[in-house]
């Protein structure tokens, strides 16, 4: 028996955020786990820009390599998981992981990116502060240098 997805359930069930953009980076999807993720409602993200949730001193990179990808209609990002800081509506940091995929108009171009999100926040103050332990450690068992 073949069953049909119900693609709009799917993306408002998901626990990661779903964000899409077109050609000039406005926000045209913006999913419940996305509203959670950084704090904004669908009806605050959609059209807006996706300065929304990215820090100031990223987003010059972040608009190179995103016209770079229209452009070329290719991105390393679509296996290999990119980790960057984001910023919540409040103004708080987040550290966030993703995947983008190309969505492509009947042409051929790019007409969209669609991020896939996971808020890796608290993984990675917990791994930062078990390398700062680390380090203290090691410092702690180094050997002492000898006063000879």
Not at 42 to 56: F, K, M, T, Y
Not at 122 to 138: N, Q
């Amino acid at each position: 028996m073949q069953t049909t997805t119900d693609l709009k359930q799917l993306v408002e069930a998901v626990g990661d955020a779903i964000v899409a953009s077109d050609a000039s980076g406005a926000i045209t999807l913006w999913n419940p786990a996305a509203q959670r993720m950084f704090g904004f409602t669908e009806e605050e993200a959609l059209g807006q820009s996706l300065d929304l949730i990215i820090p100031q001193r990223q987003q010059q990179r972040h608009w190179d390599g995103y016209h770079k990808t229209m452009a070329t209609g290719k991105t390393r990002y679509g296996n290999d998981v990119l980790r960057v800081p984001a910023v919540h509506k409040d103004g708080h940091g987040l550290s966030i992981a993703f995947t983008v995929a190309l969505l492509h108009a009947p042409d051929g171009q790019v007409s969209a990116i669609v991020a896939v999100i996971r808020d890796e926040t608290s993984r990675f103050a917990e791994e930062r502060g078990l390398r700062k332990r680390l380090m203290e450690l090691e410092s702690q068992i180094a050997p002492q240098a000898s006063p000879l």
